[in-house]
Nanobody, 115 residues
Framework: QVQLVESGGGLVQPGGSLRLSCAAS????????MGWYRQAPGKERELVAR???????YYTDSVKGRFTISRDNAKNTLYLQMNSLKPEDTAMYYC?????????WGQGTQVTVSS
């Protein structure tokens, strides 16, 4: 059974930084494409960043140059380093294992960017 547990969210001022973590279990983490998604109130869930087994990354335009996705296969952990945070980054952030149709999802961690 695949389990994904996110952590690292919180309240931060505009311009600040946070690092999200996603601890994975129950899958062969190192070969799976993993992603971070977010959903703001009243909006659809959107892909923020994705990383495959070779380390190739993808970012949505709004976070390019500010966010960095990475993975530590030895620790079965996915990360999202978020810098220069903006109020529009406020959302629930979800970790996803994209190795199967529909994916496996964590419960999410809230990120709030506000002064």
């Amino acid at each position: 059974q695949v389990q994904l547990v996110e952590s690292g969210g919180g309240l931060v001022q505009p311009g600040g930084s946070l690092r999200l973590s996603c601890a994975a279990s129950g899958s062969i983490f190192s070969i799976n494409t993993m992603g971070w998604y977010r959903q703001a109130p009243g909006k659809e869930r959107e892909l923020v960043a994705r990383i495959n087994s070779r380390g190739t990354t993808y970012y949505t335009d709004s976070v390019k140059g500010r966010f960095t996705i990475s993975r530590d296969n030895a620790k079965n952990t996915l990360y999202l380093q978020m810098n220069s945070l903006k109020p529009e980054d406020t959302a629930m952030y979800y970790c996803a294992d994209l190795s199967v149709p529909g994916g496996y999802w964590g419960q999410g961690t809230q990120v709030t960017v506000s002064s």
